[in-house]
């Protein structure tokens, strides 16, 4: 296999409990991003990597009855879990999404993984330079670094968000940024909090029931006639989990 999807979740989220699986028109919210996944032309398989604590059992069923491959590994350590997740399918490249991006554009992954491919690079994303809305972040990169990352990294940070030990090393890996045309990272569609579930849920019943299809132009259309809603969540920073994750571990390295 040449590139496989992986889709991290959990179902203890500290912020926002049981997220994936609340239900967006009837549907869990998982089961949303996963359709939307699908459309993506470049990825030739996609897997759902979760934890075997018995908080993410209901997940795991829900995937087994939707058909959706599933695979169960540690709850903290997300690096294994991920890459033990790869491994059954001996990719060569690996697409890391996660699963608070119920908005996720199949265009922009297609993007993401074409100029990975083109370029040659060890790791490819959007998210080096964000100009992307939160909630589209793709992740690119070949089995073989995230082989190296899952040998080699020990800080915690490292070990729970996955692609850190390759994205903080440009000197030992090839990094490649994917930039959009215009700047829209100021717009949160990531779902981690109550009102970044509104939004989305706003979204998908003005957009969806006429297209299951919508992509990001459809979604700018209906802020821009809505623009009460662009501001909705944005008084939360991006990426506050991994800023989080590094105080924590800058705190536990100053008191030894």
Known sequence: MNVLGVLQ??????????????????????????????????????????????????????????????CRGSLDDVLDRFVS????????????????????DPAVIDLVV???????????????????????DVEAMTMAALETAAREATAQYQREHVTQFIVRQPDRFRLQSVRGDNDLSALRWTVDEPADF??????????YPSNPAFVTADILAFLKHNPHWITHNT????????????ARELQGQARS
């Open 198 to 207: 509104e939004l989305v849920e706003a979204i998908y019943a003005a957009l």
């Open 85 to 104: 997740a790869a491994r059954p399918y001996a990719p060569t490249h690996v697409v890391r999404l996660t699963g608070d991006c119920p908005l996720a």
């Open 9 to 70: 979740a959990r179902v203890s989220s500290t912020r926002l409990p049981g997220k994936v699986l609340r239900p967006i028109l009837g549907q869990p919210m998982i089961a949303r991003q996963i359709e939307r996944l699908r459309r993506a032309r470049t990825l030739e398989t996609l897997v759902l990597a979760t934890s075997t604590d018995s908080s993410d059992d209901a997940l795991a069923r829900w995937a087994e009855a939707a058909r959706v491959p599933v």
């Open 235 to 246: 008084q939360h920073a991006r990426n506050e989990g991994l800023a989080r994750s590094i």
């Open 114 to 136: 074409t100029r990975h491919l083109e370029s040659g690079a060890d790791y490819t994303s959007n998210t080096i330079e964000p100009t992307w809305p939160d909630g589209l």
